[in-house]
């Protein structure tokens, strides 16, 4: 039993950790933490981003008075600062068949890499991280929690996990939306094989909630290509049937909607202030994570 505890910790990728280090990973909207940390916060604190001037009201502490303004105005104002807090990491990750479709690693595999790495990440830099397994049965929920051993219980999990049966994805994420009563940050990580306008939905859904939501569409090389050459059976994994037919004949339509899908995606999340990201399992977890803090840094700057 140790040895099987212990392989799961292959699934932290420790090129990713090494390069990943220093500035933490800020969400762009204010959170609703439970202690200090490092995310903005909707309520004003200790800090040293300054926010605003309040106008000074007798019996509050005259210390954060601003004696310059005084000065020029002779009217008593003091300086509000931002409070900076730590956040609600909500991981969840598409455990639905068609996420065991790819080679070398299939899709399901290259989650279980970036989901448990990311959970490392932003439990060491104080935030509380839970899971979410987005799957018909046997769903399994890991409540958000800042202890350490939390990374050991998200391995027990994400270890064993095999992809089958049909998406649960659409409506796990309605159930997160109202589930999390303070706003949290959301990373979803699927391929995102659904209905669009269900996808959309739940997308808004997620932000009228005021949650930070991120997107991961994880695609394998041959569904990114379509590097099929002679008569294939193509088979539906979630159990729609299989059809059997010349690739070539296919080939540009196909490109073309799954384009369409994810530009539509992508569009959306840019509509209602989420983030999308499209990733081939061909790049490592490291150069994923590695765009990705980027762009979290660039934001937050």
Same mark, same amino acid.
């Given at each position: !039993?140790?040895?099987?505890?212990?392989?799961?910790?292959?699934?932290?990728?420790?090129?990713?950790?090494?390069?990943?280090?220093?500035?933490?990973?800020?969400?762009?909207?204010? !959170?609703?933490?439970?202690?200090?940390?490092?995310?903005?916060?909707?309520?004003?604190?200790?800090?040293?981003?300054?926010?605003?001037?309040?106008?000074?009201?007798?019996?509050?502490?005259?210390?954060? !008075?601003?004696?310059?303004?005084?000065?020029?105005?002779?009217?008593?104002?003091?300086?509000?600062?931002?409070?900076?807090?730590?956040?609600?990491?909500?991981?969840?990750?598409?455990?639905?068949?068609?996420?065991?479709?790819?080679?070398?690693?299939?899709?399901?595999?290259?989650?279980?890499?970036?989901?448990?790495?990311?959970?490392?990440?932003?439990?060491?830099?104080?935030?509380?991280?839970?899971?979410?397994?987005?799957?018909?049965?046997?769903?399994?929920?890991?409540?958000?929690?800042?202890?350490?051993?939390?990374?050991?219980?998200?391995?027990?999990?994400?270890?064993?996990?095999?992809?089958?049966?049909?998406?649960?994805?659409?409506?796990?994420?309605?159930?997160?939306?109202?589930?999390?009563?303070?706003?949290?940050?959301?990373?979803?990580?699927?391929?995102?094989?659904?209905?669009?306008?269900?996808?959309?939905?739940?997308?808004?859904?997620?932000?009228?909630?005021?949650?930070?939501?991120?997107?991961?569409?994880?695609?394998?090389?041959?569904?990114?290509?379509?590097?099929?050459?002679?008569?294939?059976?193509?088979?539906?994994?979630?159990?729609?049937?299989?059809?059997?037919?010349?690739?070539?004949?296919?080939?540009?339509?196909?490109?073309?909607?799954?384009?369409?899908?994810? !530009?539509?995606?992508?569009?959306?999340?840019?509509?209602?202030?989420?983030?999308?990201?499209?990733?081939?399992?061909?790049?490592?977890?490291?150069?994923?994570?590695?765009?990705?803090?980027?762009?979290?840094?660039?934001?937050?700057?």
């Amino acid at each position: !039993m140790p040895r099987r505890r212990n392989s799961y910790f292959s699934y932290l990728d420790q090129e990713a950790l090494s390069r990943i280090s220093g500035e933490p990973l800020l969400s762009k909207f204010s !959170m609703e933490g439970s202690v200090s940390g490092h995310h903005r916060s909707p309520h004003k604190g200790a800090s040293v981003e300054f926010a605003e001037y309040r106008e000074y009201t007798p019996g509050e502490d005259p210390k954060r !008075m601003d004696w310059k303004v005084f000065g020029r105005s002779d009217r008593y104002y003091l300086k509000e600062f931002e409070a900076e807090t730590n956040l609600r990491c909500h991981l969840a990750i598409d455990c639905s068949a068609s996420m065991s479709f790819g080679e070398p690693v299939n899709k399901l595999e290259y989650a279980k890499k970036l989901t448990a790495t990311l959970a490392y990440i932003y439990l060491g830099q104080g935030d509380a991280v839970g899971l979410h397994t987005l799957q018909k049965r046997n769903q399994k929920i890991i409540p958000t929690k800042r202890n350490p051993a939390q990374v050991q219980e998200i391995l027990q999990v994400l270890g064993p996990l095999k992809a089958k049966g049909k998406t649960n994805l659409v409506q796990s994420l309605h159930e997160i939306a109202e589930s999390s009563r303070t706003r949290a940050f959301v990373v979803v990580i699927s391929d995102f094989f659904e209905e669009l306008g269900s996808i959309k939905h739940a997308i808004t859904h997620l932000r009228d909630r005021k949650h930070d939501v991120v997107l991961f569409q994880l695609l394998d090389k041959q569904e990114i290509e379509f590097t099929f050459d002679r008569p294939t059976r193509f088979v539906d994994l979630e159990g729609e049937g299989s059809i059997i037919t010349e690739p070539t004949l296919i080939k540009e339509e196909y490109l073309k909607r799954l384009e369409e899908h994810s !530009m539509a995606i992508n569009e959306h999340c840019l509509e209602c202030e989420a983030s999308f990201n499209r990733v081939s399992t061909t790049q490592s977890i490291s150069e994923t994570l590695n765009s990705f803090s980027s762009h979290r840094r660039g934001i937050s700057s």
